[in-house]
């Protein structure tokens, strides 16, 4: 059975600070890791898409790792900014099926 | 282009009373349709899924049940809501056949 782990629960950085979130899978016969953002209250906002074929994508100050033999994923946010602060889920991509981790919840300091 | 609508965005409903909470996507045909929670302190778990009309398939044993009547439109229900049925929903649809899943705004329920 698939488990996502997301380390850490809660982070809480200065502005500026480049972080990293780490996301760890048990099974690493996936077809593709999502990133996603969620604001307190609302929906999901997809960040990045990483296909298994892929090692890493970039968007922006993003830019998502995926190591499918260690099973794990990496979500790397440059230069943070308040506007950064939500919670952030990773989930690994089957069939049918979506297994998100339980998220980081991310606050950026002003 | 395609969007997912779901309502209501917001519901409070007192323990015992019946749920319906519907999902519909516009701009495509044939998709997958699929309904997760996201429980207070808990990870997004997928619910139920669709293929096809009227097929629908359970992950978790629960209180809620799914029904698909049309092409695009999923509906999650409950006959009596428990205090454990609180929390965020979300629909979601793919392509037929493709793994990528686009996510609805969610609605939240509030059982008192």
């Known amino acids: 059975k698939q488990e996502v782990t997301q380390i850490p629960a809660a982070l809480s950085v200065p502005e500026g600070e480049n972080l990293v979130l780490n996301c760890s899978f048990t099974?690493?016969?996936?077809?593709?890791l999502q990133w996603f953002r969620q604001d307190p209250g609302k929906g999901l906002t997809s960040l990045l898409l990483?296909?298994?074929?892929?090692r890493e994508q970039t968007s922006g100050r993003l830019n998502a790792s995926l190591d499918k033999s260690s099973g794990r994923s990496t979500l790397y946010i440059a230069a943070s900014q308040p506007g950064d602060s939500a919670t952030y889920l990773c989930a690994v991509i089957g069939t049918y099926k979506y297994i998100f981790g339980t998220g980081t919840r991310l606050k950026v300091l002003a | 282009s395609q969007t997912i609508h779901q309502w209501p965005a917001t519901l409070v409903q007192p323990v015992g009373s019946p749920l319906s909470l519907e999902c519909t996507v516009e701009g495509t045909s044939n998709p997958n349709l699929y309904w997760y929670r996201q429980a207070a302190g808990r990870g997004l778990q997928l619910l139920f899924y669709s293929v096809g009309i009227g097929q629908i398939s359970s992950e978790v044993p629960q209180n809620l049940s799914a029904s698909r009547p049309q092409d695009r439109q999923f509906i999650l229900s409950s006959k009596k809501l428990l205090l454990s049925d609180s929390g965020f929903y979300l629909c979601?649809?793919?392509?037929?056949?493709?793994?990528?899943?686009?996510f609805g705004p969610g609605t939240r329920l509030l059982v008192l």
């Open positions: 990483i296909q298994s074929s892929q």
């Open positions: 099974d690493s016969a996936i077809y593709n």
């Open positions: 979601a649809w793919s392509f037929r056949g493709q793994e990528t899943q686009y």
